[in-house]
């Protein structure tokens, strides 16, 4: 596995690049309301990615209802996933209902980190400036 492309000019990384990305992931949550599974480097190759496993309860239910008590969680991995984009350049390219899981502690789990993409600072700084355009054109 190797890389591929995703929207042109973000590059998605697969098993085989996963395993540096996710350490930069789990440095990047200092958050103890964000959960990341620690990597064993040792029991992981190109292909398999070894974590701890961590208890967890789906946050997305059958029906794709969610607890409006779980709310606050989808927001906390929304402003998470803003800031894999814009502050880290590290994104876990893959947060559906199956790799998100409300942690014990009641923190967010991020699992499965098989796909994760590298978002350039210049798409970063795009992304940024349209945020910004939106926002003046809808003030004014």
Not at 32 to 51: E, Q
Not at 55 to 84: H, M, R, T, Y
Not at 117 to 129: I, K
Request: proline share 4%; hydrophobic share 35%.
């Amino acid at each position: 596995m190797g890389e591929g492309s995703n929207s042109g000019s973000t590059s998605v990384r697969n098993d085989d690049n996963g395993k540096k990305d996710t350490k930069s992931m789990s440095s990047a949550s200092s958050s103890v309301r964000i959960l990341v599974p620690r990597l064993f480097k040792d029991l992981s190759s190109d292909r398999v990615i070894t974590m701890t496993w961590l208890e967890g309860e789906k946050l997305i239910g059958k029906d794709a209802s969610v607890s409006p008590a779980d709310l606050p969680l989808l927001q906390l991995g929304i402003e998470c996933s803003l800031s894999q984009i814009l502050e880290t350049g590290v994104l876990h390219a893959d947060p559906h209902g199956g790799n998100l899981l409300k942690g014990e502690n009641g923190g967010l789990i991020y699992l499965d980190f098989g796909l994760v993409a590298t978002v350039p600072l210049q798409v970063r700084y795009s992304v940024c400036g349209s945020f910004f355009h939106r926002t003046v054109n809808t003030a004014y």
